[in-house]
C-alpha cells in the first residue's frame, strides 16, 4: 500500500475509486465500505484509495473534549486498511483552516484535482466542510458536471445496533471484550514497548513484562485482568494481563500495564509487541498478602488454559470440516 502522509501537495497520477472518513478502529461498517470498493476495482480496473485524517478531527473541531481516545494510533490505522486491500491510504493534516474549506473547494481541489475520484463511496451521514455543510447531496449535485459517480453505503447493524467507532470506546471501557471484538470484526489490540519494572513477578512465579504506550491518544480498556494473545517477533504467545494500580504492591497511583506469558523465557527488553485483547477476566483486587496474589493469579491462569484449550478445539473443528 502507498501512503501519502503529512502534507497538501500531492497528485494521484490514475483516475481512482475512494473513500473518507476517520476510520478509527477499522471496524466492520469501516469494512463494508472497503468491501464495496473492491468490487468496483473488479469493475473498473482503478486503485483504491482512502482520504483519511491526522490528527482525529475532533481534538480540532472540539478541543475542549479532552476525553476523546482512539482505537487506533495512526500507524495502527494504517496497517488495518492495508490488510483490507486498499491500494493507496492519504492521510491528510486536519486543522482548523481545513475545517474551514468550502465544500465546492473541497470536492474540485482534494478530490478531483488531488485524488482524481471516478468513484466516491461514503459511508452513511457523511459530512465534510465548512459547518459540515457538504453532504451526500452536494456530492451528487457536483458529481453529474464533474464526471464521477457518489454512493452512499448504509450503516452496518448488527442486532439492530449500528455499529460506530463510539459505541465500540464503551464497550472496551466497560471491558466488554468480545462484544468490541465483534463489532471490530478482529481484536482490538494495542503495540507497546517492554520497559524495565520492579521485577516483582519473578519473585512469585509470574514474571510480567512492563509496558508504555507510544501515545497517550490511545484507549486502554478497562482496568482489570486480561486474557490476551501477544505477538512477538511474528510469534503467538496467550497470555494474562494486568492493567490497573498494583494495589497489592504499589501506592504511587500510577496505572501500568502488564503482561505474564505462558511457556515464555526470553528477554523482552526493548522490543515493541502487539496486545490482542480476548477476553476480561475479573475487576482488579487488593490482596493482604503476596500470597494470596499469588493464589489468585493461579485461578486466573487457569481460567485462560481452559480459554485457550476452546480455541484450540475450535480450530481443530475448523479444519476438520474444511
Known amino acids: 500500500m ?31 465500505i472497503l468491501s464495496r470498493l473492491q468490487q468496483l476495482k473488479k469493475q473498473f ?15 480540532i473541531l472540539f478541543p475542549e473534549q479532552t476525553d476523546l481516545k482512539l482505537l487506533t494510533l495512526i500507524d495502527e490505522k494504517l496497517n488495518l486498511l492495508e490488510t483490507y486491500g486498499v491500494d493507496v491510504t492519504v492521510v491528510y493534516p486536519f486543522d482548523k483552516e481545513f475545517s474551514n474549506i468550502e465544500s465546492k473547494e473541497y470536492i474540485e481541489d482534494i478530490l478531483l484535482k488531488s485524488l482524481k475520484v471516478k468513484y466516491l463511496v461514503i459511508g452513511y451521514d457523511h459530512k465534510f466542510g465548512r459547518n459540515r455543510s457538504g453532504d451526500i447531496n452536494v456530492l451528487k449535485q457536483f458529481s453529474g458536471s464533474s464526471g464521477f459517480q457518489v454512493e452512499e453505503i448504509n450503516a452496518l447493524d448488527i442486532d439492530s445496533i449500528s455499529i460506530s467507532s463510539s459505541k465500540i470506546r464503551q464497550a472496551l471501557e466497560l471491558g466488554n471484550i468480545e462484544l468490541a471484538n465483534n463489532y471490530l470484526g478482529h481484536t ?43 505477538i512477538v517477533d511474528s510469534l503467538s504467545y496467550f ?44 475487576d482488579e483486587m487488593k490482596f493482604n498478602s503476596l500470597d494470596e496474589l499469588t493464589k489468585e493469579l493461579q485461578e486466573d491462569k487457569k481460567k485462560c488454559i481452559l480459554l485457550i484449550d476452546q480455541i484450540k478445539n475450535t480450530v481443530k473443528t475448523v479444519k476438520s470440516i474444511i
Open 45 to 59: 480496473g482503478l486503485n483504491t484509495v482512502v482520504l483519511t485524517f491526522e490528527p482525529h478531527p475532533r481534538k
Open 239 to 282: 497470555g494474562m494481563m494486568s492493567i490497573g494500580y498494583n494495589p497489592t504492591t504499589d501506592n504511587d497511583n500510577e496505572i501500568k500495564l502488564e503482561v505474564h506469558l505462558f511457556e515464555f523465557n526470553k528477554d523482552l527488553y526493548g522490543k515493541t509487541i502487539r496486545v490482542n485483547f480476548i477476553k476480561y477476566l475479573r
Open 188 to 230: 482490538f489490540f494495542l503495540y507497546a514497548t517492554v520497559i524495565k519494572g520492579k521485577q516483582l513477578g519473578r519473585t512469585i512465579g509470574y514474571p510480567t513484562a512492563n509496558l508504555k504506550i507510544e501515545s497517550c491518544d490511545k484507549l486502554i480498556p478497562k482496568i482489570g485482568v486480561y486474557f490476551v494473545e501477544v
Open 2 to 32: 502507498l501512503t501519502v502522509r503529512n502534507t497538501r501537495h500531492f497528485r494521484l497520477e490514475k483516475p481512482t475509486i475512494l473513500t473518507i472518513g476517520t476510520f478509527d478502529g477499522v471496524h466492520l461498517g469501516h469494512q463494508k
